[in-house]
């Protein structure tokens, strides 16, 4: 019987990972399509979240088997309610790459406005957190949870300059680009969510391994 439950966690880390794998290449897509202005890349995009949407439905199932079937205590409770709430977590940062793509479908056909440089620094750091909550996890690496924590700085700060440029040197410049730089500035505001949401599960991931309660207490890190 523990064999058994055994194989069963190693499946859902299984399928978790491959969650966070989908989410980290629907922001990968989203921006792009944003980058090229791809209407067709875009809705490619929305389309498949029906699969995160599926998988989310499938990890929540096999954790609420694993509870009501095996009644696990300590660590293993910890671990398995820490899923449920990552799962949660990573259907959202898949809801928000859908946001990013529908940016893009709203700039399809319009003129560039600006070369992107943040916006895909931005990506690269909610991909980058994404992958490391979910390894922090699998790993129970505490560390590697509380540097995603700290890495939301860097976020915040690449929002910030988004925002900076596009409403100071174009919007209020010139009305006219309006219309080409709101989703542009929402863009940043969906990636920068995805952030949040990584360290959202990191925080978490800290409980989970050391019973050390983060969220709201960053002078416990």
Known sequence: MHRHFDEELRQLKGELEQMARLAQSAITEAVEA??????????????????????E???????????????????????ITT???LNAELERI????????????????????KPLVDIPRLAEAAKRMTGQ??????????????????ADFEADELKRAVEKELIYDYMMK???????????????????????????MAEDIVYMVSAVV????PEEL
């Open 34 to 55: 944003l980058k090229k202005r791809d209407g067709a890349a875009a809705q490619r995009v929305i389309d498949s979240d029906v699969r995160m949407d599926s998988l």
């Open 57 to 79: 439905l499938v990890i929540d199932d096999k954790c609420l088997d694993l509870i009501a079937l095996h009644q696990p205590m300590a660590g293993d409770l910890r671990f």
């Open 83 to 85: 899923a449920i709430k």
């Open 94 to 113: 898949g809801d928000l790459a859908v946001d990013v793509a529908q940016r893009a479908l709203e700039l399809s056909g319009k003129p560039e406005l």
């Open 133 to 150: 909550a979910i390894q922090a996890f699998l790993n129970g690496d505490a560390a590697l949870a509380k540097q995603v924590i700290l």
């Open 174 to 200: 010139d009305a006219a680009t309006a219309d080409r730089a709101v989703p542009l500035l929402l863009t940043a505001r969906h990636l920068e969510r995805i952030c949040d949401h990584a360290v959202s």
């Open 214 to 217: 983060v969220r709201h207490h």
